[in-house]
Protein backbone atom coordinates (compact mmCIF):
# COMPACT_ATOMS: atom_id res chain seq x y z
CA UNK A 1 0.00 0.00 0.00
CA UNK A 2 2.88 2.59 0.54
CA UNK A 3 4.34 1.02 -2.57
CA UNK A 4 1.42 2.51 -3.73
CA UNK A 5 1.02 5.84 -2.35
CA UNK A 6 4.41 6.78 -3.42
CA UNK A 7 4.41 5.87 -7.01
CA UNK A 8 0.55 7.83 -7.19
CA UNK A 9 2.74 11.00 -5.50
CA UNK A 10 5.11 10.64 -7.85
CA UNK A 11 2.41 10.51 -10.88
CA UNK A 12 0.66 13.84 -9.68
CA UNK A 13 3.34 15.81 -8.95
CA UNK A 14 4.98 15.17 -12.49
CA UNK A 15 1.65 16.12 -13.92
CA UNK A 16 1.72 19.21 -12.02
CA UNK A 17 5.06 19.92 -12.63
CA UNK A 18 4.99 19.12 -16.50
CA UNK A 19 2.20 21.54 -16.76
CA UNK A 20 3.96 24.55 -15.42
CA UNK A 21 7.40 23.56 -16.48
CA UNK A 22 8.91 26.33 -18.95
CA UNK A 23 10.99 24.68 -21.54
CA UNK A 24 13.68 27.25 -21.32
CA UNK A 25 17.24 27.50 -20.13
CA UNK A 26 16.36 27.83 -16.45
CA UNK A 27 14.94 24.57 -16.27
CA UNK A 28 18.09 22.48 -16.18
CA UNK A 29 20.18 22.64 -13.16
CA UNK A 30 23.08 25.70 -13.11
CA UNK A 31 26.19 23.97 -14.81
CA UNK A 32 28.65 22.41 -12.23
CA UNK A 33 31.77 20.62 -13.53
CA UNK A 34 32.40 17.19 -13.52
CA UNK A 35 32.16 15.70 -10.34
CA UNK A 36 32.06 18.84 -8.79
CA UNK A 37 30.10 17.55 -5.91
CA UNK A 38 28.89 14.20 -4.92
CA UNK A 39 25.26 13.34 -3.84
CA UNK A 40 25.05 9.72 -1.55
CA UNK A 41 21.25 8.67 -1.30
CA UNK A 42 19.47 5.99 0.94
CA UNK A 43 16.17 5.04 0.54
CA UNK A 44 14.20 1.90 1.54
CA UNK A 45 12.37 0.35 -1.89
CA UNK A 46 9.38 -2.38 -2.25
CA UNK A 47 7.93 -3.99 -5.50
CA UNK A 48 4.76 -3.45 -5.66
CA UNK A 49 3.69 -5.15 -9.25
CA UNK A 50 2.62 -8.63 -9.41
CA UNK A 51 2.77 -11.04 -12.74
CA UNK A 52 3.54 -14.33 -13.13
CA UNK A 53 7.23 -14.12 -11.42
CA UNK A 54 5.08 -13.35 -8.19
CA UNK A 55 3.10 -16.48 -8.38
CA UNK A 56 6.52 -18.06 -7.16
CA UNK A 57 8.55 -15.47 -5.11
CA UNK A 58 6.53 -12.33 -3.04
CA UNK A 59 8.72 -9.70 -2.18
CA UNK A 60 9.76 -7.83 1.29
CA UNK A 61 10.88 -4.48 1.32
CA UNK A 62 14.42 -3.49 0.42
CA UNK A 63 16.94 -0.39 0.48
CA UNK A 64 18.57 1.06 -2.14
CA UNK A 65 22.15 3.15 -1.96
CA UNK A 66 23.53 5.53 -4.41
CA UNK A 67 26.13 7.94 -5.50
CA UNK A 68 25.64 10.54 -7.78
CA UNK A 69 27.52 13.19 -9.47
CA UNK A 70 27.65 15.81 -12.18
CA UNK A 71 28.76 14.76 -15.36
CA UNK A 72 30.64 16.60 -18.67
CA UNK A 73 26.34 16.30 -19.92
CA UNK A 74 23.60 15.22 -17.47
CA UNK A 75 24.32 13.14 -14.20
CA UNK A 76 25.92 9.84 -13.75
CA UNK A 77 25.27 7.39 -11.01
CA UNK A 78 26.34 4.19 -9.85
CA UNK A 79 24.33 2.08 -7.09
CA UNK A 80 23.00 -1.33 -5.50
CA UNK A 81 19.03 -2.43 -4.58
CA UNK A 82 19.50 -5.03 -1.79
CA UNK A 83 15.55 -7.18 -1.58
CA UNK A 84 14.73 -10.30 -0.42
CA UNK A 85 12.22 -12.57 -2.00
CA UNK A 86 10.31 -15.09 -0.18
CA UNK A 87 9.14 -18.16 -1.65
CA UNK A 88 5.42 -19.50 -1.91
CA UNK A 89 6.53 -23.09 -2.89
CA UNK A 90 8.63 -24.72 -0.14
CA UNK A 91 10.11 -27.23 -2.67
CA UNK A 92 11.83 -23.45 -4.80
CA UNK A 93 14.43 -21.55 -2.53
CA UNK A 94 14.17 -17.83 -1.27
CA UNK A 95 16.58 -15.76 -3.06
CA UNK A 96 18.43 -12.19 -2.07
CA UNK A 97 18.70 -10.13 -5.17
CA UNK A 98 21.54 -7.55 -5.71
CA UNK A 99 21.37 -5.13 -8.73
CA UNK A 100 24.54 -3.38 -9.36
CA UNK A 101 24.39 -0.61 -11.90
CA UNK A 102 25.85 1.87 -13.39
CA UNK A 103 23.33 5.47 -14.74
CA UNK A 104 22.69 8.04 -16.35
CA UNK A 105 20.49 11.02 -16.35
CA UNK A 106 19.62 14.97 -16.53
CA UNK A 107 18.11 16.61 -13.12
CA UNK A 108 15.62 19.44 -13.97
CA UNK A 109 14.86 22.50 -11.40
CA UNK A 110 10.90 22.39 -11.20
CA UNK A 111 9.87 24.98 -7.94
CA UNK A 112 12.22 26.47 -5.98
CA UNK A 113 12.53 23.21 -3.56
CA UNK A 114 11.40 20.81 -6.11
CA UNK A 115 14.26 18.64 -8.14
CA UNK A 116 13.06 16.12 -10.64
CA UNK A 117 15.91 13.75 -12.22
CA UNK A 118 15.07 11.23 -14.76
CA UNK A 119 17.44 8.34 -16.26
CA UNK A 120 18.82 4.89 -17.15
CA UNK A 121 20.71 2.30 -15.51
CA UNK A 122 22.35 -0.49 -17.04
CA UNK A 123 23.87 -3.17 -14.27
CA UNK A 124 24.00 -7.04 -13.29
CA UNK A 125 20.82 -8.60 -11.49
CA UNK A 126 21.87 -11.01 -9.14
CA UNK A 127 20.10 -13.66 -7.03
CA UNK A 128 21.85 -15.76 -4.23
CA UNK A 129 19.23 -18.93 -3.44
CA UNK A 130 18.85 -19.94 -0.11
CA UNK A 131 18.80 -23.84 0.11
CA UNK A 132 21.17 -25.92 1.30
CA UNK A 133 20.53 -28.90 -1.21
CA UNK A 134 20.90 -26.24 -4.08
CA UNK A 135 23.60 -27.51 -6.39
CA UNK A 136 26.67 -25.39 -6.25
CA UNK A 137 26.64 -23.88 -9.73
CA UNK A 138 23.04 -22.75 -9.27
CA UNK A 139 23.07 -20.92 -6.35
CA UNK A 140 23.54 -17.72 -7.67
CA UNK A 141 22.50 -16.36 -11.16
CA UNK A 142 23.51 -13.27 -12.96
CA UNK A 143 21.42 -11.21 -15.64
CA UNK A 144 21.45 -8.24 -17.49
CA UNK A 145 18.98 -5.75 -15.63
CA UNK A 146 17.91 -2.16 -17.36
CA UNK A 147 16.07 0.00 -15.27
CA UNK A 148 14.35 3.61 -16.39
CA UNK A 149 13.45 5.68 -13.13
CA UNK A 150 12.11 9.02 -11.85
CA UNK A 151 13.48 10.25 -8.60
CA UNK A 152 11.27 14.02 -7.26
CA UNK A 153 13.14 15.85 -4.64
CA UNK A 154 12.53 18.07 -2.27
CA UNK A 155 15.10 20.46 -0.10
CA UNK A 156 14.78 20.26 3.61
CA UNK A 157 18.27 22.05 4.32
CA UNK A 158 21.05 23.68 2.40
CA UNK A 159 22.64 19.88 0.99
CA UNK A 160 19.56 17.41 2.16
CA UNK A 161 16.81 16.49 0.15
CA UNK A 162 13.93 13.78 1.02
CA UNK A 163 12.76 12.27 -2.44
CA UNK A 164 10.22 9.62 -3.93
CA UNK A 165 11.14 7.67 -6.37
CA UNK A 166 9.38 5.31 -9.46
CA UNK A 167 11.03 2.73 -11.58
CA UNK A 168 10.71 -0.01 -14.36
CA UNK A 169 13.76 -2.56 -14.37
CA UNK A 170 13.58 -5.55 -16.79
CA UNK A 171 15.63 -8.56 -16.34
CA UNK A 172 17.10 -10.84 -19.63
CA UNK A 173 16.27 -13.84 -17.94
CA UNK A 174 15.60 -16.73 -20.20
CA UNK A 175 11.79 -15.69 -19.60
CA UNK A 176 12.05 -12.02 -18.90
CA UNK A 177 11.08 -11.04 -15.15
CA UNK A 178 9.47 -7.17 -14.94
CA UNK A 179 9.97 -5.34 -12.07
CA UNK A 180 8.07 -1.88 -10.86
CA UNK A 181 9.60 -0.63 -7.79
CA UNK A 182 8.56 2.66 -5.44
CA UNK A 183 11.66 4.03 -3.26
CA UNK A 184 11.60 6.77 -0.39
CA UNK A 185 14.61 8.44 1.35
CA UNK A 186 16.63 11.04 2.02
CA UNK A 187 20.29 12.24 -0.22
CA UNK A 188 22.66 14.97 0.79
CA UNK A 189 25.39 16.44 -1.32
CA UNK A 190 28.90 17.35 -0.72
CA UNK A 191 32.16 18.30 -2.28
CA UNK A 192 34.51 16.07 -3.79
CA UNK A 193 38.10 15.81 -2.06
CA UNK A 194 40.59 17.14 -4.86
CA UNK A 195 42.19 13.52 -4.75
CA UNK A 196 39.30 11.67 -5.93
CA UNK A 197 38.10 14.43 -8.14
CA UNK A 198 41.31 14.09 -9.56
CA UNK A 199 41.36 10.18 -10.56
CA UNK A 200 37.14 10.40 -11.97
CA UNK A 201 38.67 13.43 -14.58
Keep these: MRALIFLICILVCSAFLNKNISYSQSMFMAEESPFEKIKIGLQYTDN ?17 GFFES ?25 FISWF ?10 TLRS ?12 QMNFEKEDVEPGLKSENELGIEFMVRLSFQILNNSNLNIEGSYLRIFTNKRINLFYASAGIDFSLNTPDWLKDFLN
Design 48 to 64: FNRNIFHNTWHPSGGIK
Design 70 to 94: PFYFGRTQVGLKLMHFNTKDFNIPE
Design 100 to 109: AYAGWGMEFR
Design 114 to 125: LRLYSGLNIGSF
